[in-house]
C-alpha cells in the first residue's frame, strides 16, 4: 500500500508569504506528526493530531504555524509571513493511533524562505 | 525534560567492520526509545524500538540495540557494516503515547570501501 506522502517536495517562497504544506497519512491511520527538520539536526516535534483535532500543539514555534486535519485524514500544515528561519525541511508522519505504534514518516517538503 | 544526545556527529568504518552507534537520553519516566535511518531524499525508517522487556532488540537489516538503563543509553550496533548502510542515523526518545518524540541531532555514517 501506499505510504504518506507531502507536497509539494520542494517549495520557494518570498519572505513575508503564506505557504502551505500537505500530507496524506497512510490510509486507517488516525494519528498524524508534523516534525520540522532543520540542516544537521534531528526532527524536531511541532504538532499531533488525533483523528481531526490537535491533541498536542506545543511544539509549534509561534502564532504563525498552524495545521488542520478538518476530516481526520489528509493535513494542512500553514505558515503565516514566512521568514527566512522556516527554511527546514517539513515531515509529516502517521500511526495506527497513537499508542505504541510506529510512526511512518513522509519523505518531507523542503520549504526555502528567500 | 526530555533529551537525546548522539556524540558523534559523523562516523567513518570500512565496508565488512562493525559498528556501534551512540545514544543516551534523558528521560523522567520509562522510555519509548527508537532508531531510524534517513537515506537522502528519503523518508526516516524505524530500524527498532524498544518499549520492555529483553534489554537487547533486534531490527531490520541486520541491526540491534542494547537498552542500558544504569547508563541511560540505547546504541546501535551491527556486526558487518555494508555499503547501502551509508546513511543517517538518529536515536529517538519518547512517552508511549508516542505524542512527543525527541530526536537526536542524528549520526552520519559514511561506509568506505
Known sequence: GAGVSQTPSNKVTEKGKYVELRCDPISGHTAL?????????????????????????????????????????????????????????YLCASSLSSTGNEQFFGPGTRLTVL | AQSVTQPDIHITVSEGASLELRCNYSYGATPYLFWYVQSPGQGLQLLLKYFSGDTLVQGIKG???????????????????????????????????????????????????
Open chain 1, 33 to 89: 506528526y508534523w516534525y520540522r527538520q532543520s540542516l544537521g539536526q534531528g526532527p524536531e516535534f511541532l504538532i499531533y493530531f488525533q483523528g481531526t483535532g490537535a491533541a498536542d500543539d506545543s511544539g509549534l514555534p509561534n502564532d504563525r504555524f498552524f495545521a488542520v486535519r478538518p476530516e481526520g485524514s489528509v493535513s494542512t500544515l500553514k505558515i503565516q509571513r514566512t521568514e527566512r528561519g522556516d527554511s527546514a525541511v
Open chain 2, 63 to 113: 541491526f540491534e540495540a542494547e537498552f542500558k538503563r544504569s547508563q541511560s543509553s540505547f546504541n546501535l550496533r551491527k556486526p558487518s557494516v555494508h555499503w547501502s548502510d551509508a546513511a543517517e542515523y538518529f536515536c529517538a526518545v519518547g512517552p508511549y503515547n508516542n505524542n512527543d518524540m525527541r530526536f537526536g541531532a542524528g549520526t552520519r555514517l559514511t561506509v568506505k570501501p
